[in-house]
Each structure stands twice: as structure tokens, then as C-alpha cells.
Nanobody
Framework: QVQLVESGGGLVQAGGSLRLSCAAS????????MGWFRQAPGKERESVTA????????YYADSVKGRFTVSRDNAKNTVYLQMNSLKPEDTAVYYC?????????????????WGQGTQVTVSS
């Protein structure tokens, strides 16, 4: 069992930055690929980024490529999402997730554990 807790969300103006954190507890964090997803009101959950177990490989959705950066610190059992040049369309609840059986994936069905989410609101 893995417990995930996101933090760092909030209200920011367009063009601003936020850094989300996702702290994991439970089984060995480095055994899991990690992903970030988001869901805006009235929309389906969409993938944002994924990072492999060691942190040396990442993948981004086109909508955030060049603006968001994912990283992880396995010693601290934490994955981060640095979000720069934020846009109003980035407004959503952001979730981190852990996948045990996949090396890296943007498919939410590949993830076994999910956090409760943190709200990010970008004002225009």
C-alpha cells in the first residue's frame, strides 16, 4: 500500500509559477513510476507528465511541454511538479499517482495509487 499526499496548490496569476509536491509513504517509493494528472470542472481527467522509477526519464503532454518539469527525490519519497508560465487553462485539481507495473506511463489506468488532489487556480 502507498499513500500519496499532494501539496503546493493555490491561486496564481497567469504567467506565474507553482511547485507541487507529492509525498509518498508505505512501500519503497523507488519501485514506482509516478505520474501527474489533472481534472478541470466538467472535463475528464487528463495526463500531465510521468517520470520513471529512477527519475532519468520523463514524458509530458503537449499542452504542458516546455512549461512544466517533473522530478523526484527517492531519498525523500517525493515527486515534484514545477509549473511555469501558467495559463488559465491549467486550472484544475492536480493528482499524483504511483504505478508499480509500468516503467512510465501517461495512461491513468496503469496507476495503482492516487493522492487526494490539490487545487490549482490560474487567474487571467
Amino acid at each position: 500500500q502507498v499513500q500519496l499526499v499532494e501539496s503546493g496548490g493555490g491561486l496564481v496569476q497567469a504567467g506565474g509559477s507553482l511547485r507541487l509536491s507529492c509525498a509518498a509513504s508505505g512501500r519503497t517509493f523507488s519501485s514506482y513510476a509516478m505520474g501527474w494528472f489533472r481534472q478541470a470542472p466538467g472535463k475528464e481527467r487528463e495526463s500531465v507528465t510521468a517520470i520513471n522509477r529512477s527519475g532519468d526519464s520523463t514524458y509530458y503532454a503537449d499542452s504542458v511541454k516546455g512549461r512544466f518539469t517533473v522530478s523526484r527525490d527517492n531519498a525523500k519519497n517525493t515527486v515534484y511538479l514545477q509549473m511555469n508560465s501558467l495559463k488559465p487553462e491549467d486550472t484544475a485539481v492536480y493528482y499524483c499517482a504511483a504505478a508499480y507495473y509500468y516503467a512510465m506511463s501517461l495512461n491513468p489506468h496503469h496507476y495503482d495509487y492516487w493522492g487526494q488532489g490539490t487545487q490549482v487556480t490560474v487567474s487571467s
